[in-house]
Structures are given as structure tokens and as C-alpha cells.
């Protein structure tokens, strides 16, 4: 729908296989694409995390950080999987990005 590709990386470690995978930041920008969609599981010190991920160096070097292509998700919203509250999401991040877009 949006015309977006996954990286070689996503494509092979994580689509092909179905399976999630844990990285390390170093690795960040093997995965990274030109669109981050992400969320933040703010219990056990998600919050804090993330705001040193993204105020150091690995995260600002990001081309989809220079290109404010970073779109920062409601947890909450896009932890469930069924049919319905996946369509919510599309709208979600239809919505996200359009509002990106102006």
C-alpha cells in the first residue's frame, strides 16, 4: 500500500523465517530502512532505553532519522494480531504517515 521495501536484511533474517529476532545496536543499521515504524514498551525501563538509543550516535546516523522518517507508535494499539486490530493499524499508519507528509 505504501509502496515500501523491506531491507535485504529484514527480507532474509526475519520475513523468510516468520520469526522475530532480537538485535544489538550495533547491527541497527544492517535492519534500518528508509521508514522506521517503531514502539516503545514503556514498563522495565523502555522508556529510558529508548531515549538512549535514540540520543546516541547509531540512532542519529540513521537515514531514516536525517529524513524524519521515524514514526514513533502507540504500543498499546500494535500489540494484538487479529484480523481487526490489524486493519486498525493500517489505518494507524496510513494516518501516521500522511500527517508525516504535510
Known amino acids: 500500500m505504501f509502496g515500501l521495501q523491506p531491507q535485504a536484511k529484514i527480507k532474509a ?12 545496536l550495533e547491527v541497527l543499521p544492517e535492519y534500518a530502512a528508509d521508514h522506521l515504524f517503531i514502539t516503545v514498551y514503556e514498563p522495565a525501563g523502555g522508556s529510558e532505553r529508548a531515549k538512549e538509543v535514540m540520543e546516541g550516535p547509531v540512532w542519529k546516523n540513521l537515514p531514516a532519522v536525517a529524513k524524519k522518517h521515524v514514526y514513533v507508535l502507540n504500543y498499546k494499539e500494535f500489540w494484538m494480531t487479529d484480523g481487526l486490530n490489524l486493519e ?8 501516521t504517515v500522511g500527517a508525516a507528509d504535510k
Open 13 to 24: 533474517d526475519i520475513i523468510a523465517t516468520g520469526q522475530a529476532k532480537d538485535i544489538s
Open 88 to 95: 486498525k493499524q493500517l489505518d494507524i499508519l496510513v494516518k
